[in-house]
């Protein structure tokens, strides 16, 4: 006999259970789903099971229990539980699926809104209502020659009537092409603000959707908003995420993508010459976007934005400055001159890590070696808390020292400012020789000794340990780059002024006109040997100084 896991009922088979209901030893039955729960007249308690679909009554049938005595035994409907529990096994399937579609259609809306929503543009209305102070070129240090450009904008916007009167077209498009972090969506919204017009900006990822067709409706109804809150501005940021090259063949991957570009290209042709709107994109990548984009009639200006020079980050520094207390020995000319090819972000982020670090000291005010490390952190990244042995630092200081060496040596490298063999990032060290000056250009002397003092440290470990590791790995991948580049783009190679780089950045069109420049197998060997012998050299001179 069975007993199940509750303790008090015995199990038995139907056969046994409906002969005791023919018996008449059965007192009540209660059914529930394909569980029969049999009470007996001694007071036993039995449990059965019988088919899910089949009926109590076409059971006591099938075994000729004569109709009239049914009435002898109280048969109970199932619980109320019972009836949910079987409701909600038959309908998992239908939750689940239920469940799994609106996921998917959240998904595909971005989770916002309802399905009707996701053609409507997501970009983010600023509007100069004097609620909120509106940003101007004031509130952007430094880019003096790009709000120079600018400022002819700003005129178009505030009084368009000037320049239809002579029959000049407002440009339509302005492309804010310079690296990451120099200001480029600080200086779009200025332009919003100095004119005093509303301003829309979104992201070039904020249009993709998995669904097709939706990147395309949010151009149209992007556009659509802007024209009735005209005059306004359109900012795109990062575009090169929906603007690059199409392709050709089929459209596959990208049709999306392409689509939505199409539909860019067709709104900014559409442009009635009394609509007082104006299109401006930022990008780091000009190079990989379509032509179609960037030609005249659409982004009519280009406005390149550089690193800030000594200047503009004096100017910089200056206005993050404010609300933050020095001490007397910081100089912000000492400052500028220490961060040269910091951009404004990374100024800003370095004040404020100055800022950080000394209230954890508990300090009253920034010091000079708060900026210092600051500056540091920024460029290297924070401290690694790393234990070494006493070998491994004695290498790492080696290596560092042969760095500071070979430079120190050559005429054309900047002074050494700082070295250091603690851990930060991936290095266990490193050599700082922050340029005493902006520099534009370069010379093949300057590229030479460059190579030089990359090869340093490994000369120094080769020369005082008589053995190598893998810590000078990086710097034989920069010197490899810089050899590189003089041999195949700069023209310093033994074959002079020749271009050995293929034309990999032309668009598909160039490309099936003119063909693609392929190098030679024996040219690129030659390459090879040339750029070794390069290395070889600076090698040796660095040994030789050491």
Sequence with gaps: MLVNPNGWREQRNLSESLDLIKQGQVESVEVAGDILKLDLKDGTKIQTRKEYNQSFYELLKEVDYPSDQIKNITVADPSLGGRWLDLLINGLPIIFMIIFFVLIFRQAKGGAGDIFSMGRSRAKLFQNDGKKPAITFADVAGLAEAKQELNEIVDFLSNPLKYHKLGARIPRGVLLVGPSGVGKTLLAKAVAGEAKVSFFSMAGSEFMEMLVGVGASRVRDLFKVAKEKSPAIIFI???????????????GGHGEREQTLNQILVEMD?????????VMAATNRPDILDPALVRPGRFDRRVTLEMPDIEEREEIIRLHMHGKPFTPEVVVKSV????????????????????????????KAITPDDLEEAATKVKMGPERKRLQSAEDKRM???????HALVASFLDKMDPVHRISIVAR????????FPPTKDRYNETRTRLLQMISTALGGRAAEELVFDELTIGASNDIQKASEIARKMVTEYGMGADGPVGLVPDLAESWLELQVNGR????????????????QIVTDCYQKAKDII
Excluded at 425 to 432: F, K
Aim: charge should be negative; proline fraction near 0%; glycine fraction near 10%.
């Design 396 to 402: 790492t200081a080696c290596h560092e020292a042969g």
């Design 270 to 278: 559409g442009f009635d010459a009394r609509v007082n709107v104006i």
């Design 237 to 251: 940021d990062e575009i090169d995420a929906i603007g690059r090259q199409r392709e050709s063949g089929f459209a």
């Design 425 to 432: 990032g991936l290095s266990l060290g490193h050599t700082m």
């Design 336 to 363: 500028a001159q220490r961060t040269v090819g910091f951009s404004g972000a990374d100024l800003e982020n370095m004040l404020n890590e100055a800022a950080i670090l000394a209230a954890r000291n508990a300090q």
């Design 517 to 532: 420049r392929e190098i030679s197998q024996e040219t690129l060997a030659k390459v090879d040997v040339e750029v070794r």
